[in-house]
């Protein structure tokens, strides 16, 4: 069988944003600073600690100079196709040296800028706004357009607020304080956001490059094609296998469609998937990866320190809807192969679990070090991430040696290195993108926070209903073309906040998480969303077919998971929450399940066979049933016993129906 060409997260970055291929002395700048912010973001994490203030100025440094380094002006570069600039203009070099110097202003001067809180120097004036202009610059130039036009709305409107029409008008904020606010203090572009993207994110990144680079990438798809490439739709099933393994480590849906998408897609094709449907179901299972824990894109962490929760509450929480969510998705493939009559790909062409398993056990260890780190033990997820990246190099010298002696060890210390100016190149964009999200958190610290919570109050008519889908919309359009952790930031401090005080002023009591949650899954589900849609622009320039149409397609498949967020803010035991017991556990994970069975099989419009609108009807009833907070509370508290059972029924009469209406149109035929 064929294997992924040797595809990285560089290649990555070229499809999405066309950064330099750069050569001579400017590649070997980029390279050294590269490798130099992951060794700097190791030592600092262990071995050289220092103030919270100085890591993340830092860390800003690097993630600015590479930005205007690495990426052009504009995309495309004059008579030439994205990215084909070899030469770095004086201005990019010029511009890379003053953003470092803006975003290390507050340590060059620390004392200064600290005894003049409220009463900042204009060259303190001059440093911020400078600061400011050139990550607006930054971020468009890596993350896309939308992110810092949204960044920007919220400056005009703190300076300008009470120009603003109706509700949203308000006291409008001096340029001064909103300067300071955002480039001199905590509450702004150094924020907690940037904090964790500095002292937690990045080694999951760095770890996630690692191990892409030694070949985990590789061989998790591999071991996904041999358990289940030999079914009917097989390819397809791989797929969402594949890409729920890489997107456990990986922080972007749309590196983990290009480097999934890149195998996968074409074998669906070859399968009899059309060009839309193999792209469309590698970017809804991309899109799902970054709600899969443990690392969720790298968003958990700062889901964790947003809610102040202990990490492994997050995870518990996050994990049933996302591994319903996966399931559901294999099970729609499967609709997809029965309708469009596929059958299995020969064993013979698939590669052999026992040999797959056995061959890539390696790259498990450091993986099981991580969970149980996390997991079990309860240790930080920067102590836990720095014990995965040892055992990682460990493992990569090690098989190195006991591969090929000295050659094995020299060949792995370049494997090493490779992985971590991959690492700190994929932090770029998150690094940036995390900075200018700050700037969004520090202008609604400004007192925009409440207008905003009255704009959809105003918006949804004041119905819970109403102001869920609202902020669902709002999460879709404010997530287009943003990185995970970007997106979840930008909804946790502008709907996630209007959610928790709009739901208590009609008398319901979400959990903070859930609330959480529920607009991260919206934001996510951006990335298949036309019209920006960046998972399906990427899948669709691998399938060679429509990306629009790729794009409807995935969000079609996504159904599902948008669904999920309404049901577990009623519903918390799909969050795990009272659960009692193994029993119940497994009661509310096999309801689950079949409920979202049941609604996919009535988004696709079949299970067995085409079912009629009634058929659907009987689906969707039984999609609430199996999933809703309701049935008999008194029989077996907390078990929701008669609304399962009920919707159980409900499913079952469709299938024997479709099953009974199969058979007799067989003998008729």
Same mark, same amino acid.
């Given at each position: %069988? ?9 290649? =990555? ?49 690097? *993630? ?43 340590? +060059? ?61 308000? %006291? ?21 956001? @940037? ?17 892409? #680079?030694?070949?985990?990438?590789? /061989? ?16 397809? #099933?791989?797929?969402?296998? *594949?890409?729920?393994?890489? &997107?456990? +480590? ?17 074998? %669906? ?9 193999? &792209? ?45 969510? /996966? ?61 995965? +990246? ?22 792995? +210390? $370049? ?5 971590? !100016? ?44 109403? %102001? ?27 709907? *996630?906040?209007? $959610?928790?005080? @709009? ?28 019209? !920006? ?8 320039? $691998? ?8 794009? =409807? ?15 577990? @803010? ?86 024997? @129906?479709? #099953?009974?209406?199969?058979? #007799? ?5």
């Amino acid at each position: %069988m064929s294997r992924t060409p040797d595809l990285n997260l560089e290649d =990555i970055e070229g499809r999405e944003h066309g950064p330099r291929s750069l050569q001579g002395p400017a590649a070997f700048v980029v390279t050294g600073l590269a490798f130099a912010w992951s060794v700097f973001q190791i030592l600092v994490a262990q071995i050289m600690p220092l103030s919270a203030d100085i890591v993340r100025a830092v860390h800003l440094a690097f *993630a600015l100079s590479l930005v205007f380094l690495c990426y052009p002006v504009f995309r495309k570069a004059k008579g030439g196709p994205a990215g084909d600039v070899h030469n770095l203009p004086w201005w990019d070099a010029a511009a890379a040296v003053l953003a470092a110097l803006a975003a290390l202003y507050i340590i +060059i001067d620390r004392e200064g800028v600290a005894t003049r809180i409220g009463n900042p120097l204009p060259r303190d004036l001059l440093a911020g706004s400078l600061l400011i202009i050139l990550l607006l610059d930054a971020a468009r130039r890596s993350v896309g357009p939308a992110l810092p036009s949204v960044a920007t709305f919220f400056i005009v409107y703190s300076v300008f607020s009470e120009h603003f029409p109706g509700v949203m008008a308000t %006291m409008s904020t001096p340029w001064s304080r909103v300067v300071q606010t955002l480039s001199l203090g905590s509450q702004g572009i150094y924020g907690i956001p @940037l904090g964790v993207s500095a002292s937690t994110v990045f080694l999951f990144v760095l770890f996630g490059a690692l191990l892409e #680079k030694a070949g985990g990438g590789q /061989y998790f798809i591999d071991l996904a094609y041999s358990i289940l490439g030999g079914f009917r739709g097989g390819p397809a #099933k791989a797929s969402v296998l *594949a890409s729920g393994l890489t &997107g456990m +480590i990986n922080g972007s849906s749309i590196a983990n469609t290009v480097t999934t998408g890149t195998f996968t897609i074409p074998l %669906m094709k070859r399968a009899g998937y059309p060009a839309v449907k193999a &792209g469309a179901i590698e970017v809804a299972a991309s899109t799902n990866g970054q709600l899969m824990p443990p690392i969720m894109g790298a968003a958990a962490f700062i889901i964790a320190e947003t809610c102040n929760l202990p990490y492994a509450a997050v995870v518990k929480a996050a994990f049933l809807p996302a591994a319903i969510s /996966y399931v559901a998705l294999i099970y729609i493939t499967h609709l997809e192969a029965v309708k469009l009559g596929l059958e299995p790909l020969p064993r013979s062409e698939l590669p052999s679990f026992r040999k797959t398993l056995v061959g890539g056990l390696h790259f498990l260890i450091p993986l099981a070090v991580l969970i149980v780190q996390l997991i079990v033990l309860r240790r930080s997820a920067q102590l836990s991430a720095m014990t995965a +990246i040892l055992t990682l190099k460990g493992v990569i010298l090690v098989k190195g040696i006991l591969k090929e002696g000295r050659p094995g060890a020299k060949q792995a +210390i $370049i494997t090493i290195r490779d992985g971590m !100016v991959t690492g700190a190149r994929n932090m770029v964009t998150i690094g940036v993108a995390v900075a200018c999200a700050g700037v969004i958190v520090g202008t609604l610290s400004l007192g925009l926070s409440s207008q905003v919570t009255a704009v959809i109050d105003v918006l949804s008519g004041g119905t819970l209903i109403g %102001m869920l889908l609202v902020t669902a919309v709002v999460s879709l359009i404010l997530g287009m073309g943003l990185p995970t952790t970007a997106t979840y930031i930008v909804m946790s401090s502008i709907t *996630a906040v209007a $959610i928790q005080q @709009l739901s208590t002023n009609l008398g319901y009591d979400f959990p903070l998480i859930a609330i959480h949650l529920f607009v991260f899954y919206f934001g996510i589900l951006s990335d298949d969303t036309p019209p !920006v849609a960046l998972s399906a622009y990427a899948a669709a320039a $691998i399938s060679k077919g429509d990306p629009v149409k790729t794009g =409807i397609q995935g969000f079609l498949y996504d159904i599902r998971t948008a669904l999920l967020p309404f049901l577990f @803010l009623f519903n918390t035991r799909l969050l795990l929450f009272d659960i009692q017991g193994p029993l119940h556990l497994i009661w509310v994970t096999l309801t689950s399940v079949a409920g979202m069975f049941a609604f996919a099989a009535a988004t696709q419009g079949f299970l067995l066979k085409a079912s009629t609108w009634w058929q659907t009807g009987l689906l969707l009833a039984a999609t609430w049933f199996l999933l809703s907070p309701g049935g008999t509370e008194t029989i077996l508290p907390g078990w929701n016993l008669i609304g399962s059972l009920g919707g159980g029924v409900l499913f079952a009469l469709v299938y024997f @129906l479709q #099953k009974a209406n199969a058979a #007799k149109d067989h003998r008729h035929g």
